[in-house]
């Protein structure tokens, strides 16, 4: 019973950082945008629903709705000034946001608790239906995951996720010099995928019934940026299995009953040892992006002239 139960919890947590994963994919694999702030908009999902819930008594489907909102409305005030910038200096302001997030769920006490963190938070609950932690949430979890892996599979491989590649690939030749607006573009990613991390972290709440500050740290946006690098850049579904590889290989190395000063270093040396095998001989990722290859159309030879034909 015991070992059924962590395999269903770390099938669980797949499924929430699987949909954290998709979410960073398209703004960072997809797009190019080095967002090192990912893990406040997970965190703005999981306190908007814990606090809509607990204080407000809103049901679980609009506190998604919320969260999802109150994400994006933040990514989207962080985009118009940051957008504009490329490279490292997009990813040293996210991560600055990041931190600025941080910084007010730990010291907002009358909103956030501060340290001592929202408990008790309701679970999931839709159409007279309670998904408690187990089979229940599990069910619910994985059915979520599907209906964005579809979206996103769909929006990469649609025209605008096309304009997308090519903003990561060659911004300026590529999509400028095509008349195309790059900055209302990367605004639209930046917000989708931000919206998808305040649904991810709005499962999380819901499930763990607890949450408090340490969990949404730059170390949490590094573990998905992994899991980004191990699946392969552009592919949704190669985040998914490369969440699961994590997960299990992560999650499975507390429950070995190693002490922490052991298990600690571990779960560091073997992911370190697993990218250095998908860098050998995996270089573009366990799922490499698939690409539509394009053949030029042969151009016939001009007819010969009459005097060549003499």
Not at 211 to 226: A, C, E
Not at 237 to 245: F, K, Q, R, S, Y
Not at 294 to 303: G, S
Request: hydrophobic share 55%; glycine share 12%; net charge positive.
């Amino acid at each position: 019973m015991g070992f059924s139960f962590l395999l269903i919890h770390l099938a669980t947590l797949v499924a929430i950082y699987g949909i954290l994963a998709i979410s960073l994919n398209l703004i960072m694999g997809v797009t190019g945008l080095f967002d090192m702030g990912h893990a406040a908009f997970f965190g703005i999902g999981a306190y908007a629903t814990a606090i809509v819930m607990t204080q407000f008594d809103v049901p679980w489907i609009v506190s998604i709705g919320v969260s999802c909102a109150l994400a994006s409305l933040v990514a989207w005030l962080t985009g118009i000034p940051t957008l504009k910038l490329r490279g490292d200096y997009f990813a040293v302001v996210t991560m600055a946001v990041g931190e600025i997030a941080r910084s007010v769920f730990r010291n907002w006490m009358d909103v956030t608790r501060g340290p001592l963190g929202i408990p008790n938070i309701p679970h999931a609950n839709f159409l007279g239906v309670t998904f408690t932690p187990g089979v229940p949430f599990l069910g619910l979890a994985f059915i979520i995951l599907a209906v964005m892996l579809l979206l996103s599979q769909r929006l990469i491989f649609s025209p605008f996720g096309r304009i997308l590649k090519g903003i990561r690939d060659d911004e300026g030749a590529g999509v400028e010099a095509l008349g195309k607006d790059s900055y209302r573009r990367k605004m639209q990613v930046f917000v989708i995928g931000s919206g998808m991390a305040g649904l991810a972290g709005s499962l999380f709440a819901t499930y763990i019934g607890y949450i408090d500050p340490s969990t949404f740290t730059l170390w949490l946006t590094n573990f998905i940026l992994l899991i980004i690098i191990l699946g392969g850049k552009g592919n949704s579904l190669g985040a998914v299995i490369a969440t699961a590889m994590f997960v299990f290989l992560r999650e499975g190395v507390r429950f070995l009953g190693l002490p922490t000063s052991i298990a600690a270093p571990l779960q560091q040396w073997l992911f370190g040892l697993l990218l250095i095998l998908v860098m050998l001989f995996a270089p573009r990722g366990l799922v490499p992006e698939r690409t539509d290859r394009w053949t030029p159309t042969p151009v016939p030879a001009p007819a010969p002239s009459v005097k060549e034909r003499g």
